[in-house]
């Protein structure tokens, strides 16, 4: 009897040995985004371990007939949304399917309307809002390190997630939305929105890194795999 392979990823500054399923048919095909910028490989690492069939692409027919999409960044705002340019129409259509799409900390602040940071520039305009810089403050800015989360409402996402979670950040600037467009809230110096939806549900945004944030961020990737199965 054949047995699968045993792979090893790093998730989480942590070795884990997982088998390595034979190709199934029936995995979804999740699309990373690549645009120049963001950190790709622990991304994709992640949402291997939580079963998906992951491929890294600018392809626009990648982007189209994925399950699933995740819109990554590490980055300056302006820079990203230059090189996001030549797929941002074919952004727009595959949103308009339904199909679920995240975005990762530069990739939730890409997906509102606009940004202050450098110029105001605009954004995919995915859910509206705009991007702030933190408020002058005894706090030291960038915020990073870990925090916790509020939950402001359900969302298959955050499946499970218990309320007062804590995430991993790396941020100088934060989103401003409306509250039907808020899922999770965090303190820092403010009250910002560490996580962000459209009106219609299937564009997601988390200002967080899921996969630098433990075991409670790969339960995050593992409901974003289960989102993109329907």
Not at 159 to 181: L, M, Q, R
Request: net charge neutral.
């Amino acid at each position: 009897m054949l047995k699968p392979a045993r792979s090893t990823y790093m998730y989480d500054n942590r070795y884990i040995h997982v088998a390595k399923p034979f190709f199934n048919s029936h995995m979804k095909r999740i699309v990373i985004i690549d645009y120049g910028l963001g950190n790709l490989r622990s991304v994709r690492k992640g949402l291997e371990y939580a079963g998906a069939d992951v491929l890294i692409s600018s392809d626009p027919e990648d982007i189209k007939n994925a399950d699933g999409v995740i819109l990554p960044g590490v980055g300056a705002f302006r820079d990203a949304m230059k090189n996001i340019e030549k797929v941002k129409s074919t952004i727009d259509e595959y949103v308009a399917t339904g199909k679920p799409m995240l975005g990762i900390c530069l990739g939730q602040q890409m997906m509102m309307t606009t940004s202050e940071e450098g110029s105001l520039t605009d954004g995919l305009d995915l859910v509206r809002g705009k991007v702030l810089r933190f408020p002058h403050s005894d706090l030291k800015v960038p915020h990073m390190g870990w925090n916790s989360i509020r939950i402001t409402q359900q969302h298959p996402l955050f499946k499970d997630i218990p309320d007062g979670s804590f995430f991993y950040f790396v941020h100088s600037y934060y989103v401003d939305t409306s509250e039907k467009n808020t899922l999770l809230s965090c303190e820092y110096g403010t009250d910002f929105a560490a996580a962000v939806v459209n009106d219609a549900g299937n564009v997601i945004g988390t200002q967080f890194h899921p996969e630098k944030s433990g075991d409670v961020g790969l339960k995050i990737l593992k409901n974003f795999v289960a989102m993109c199965q329907g």
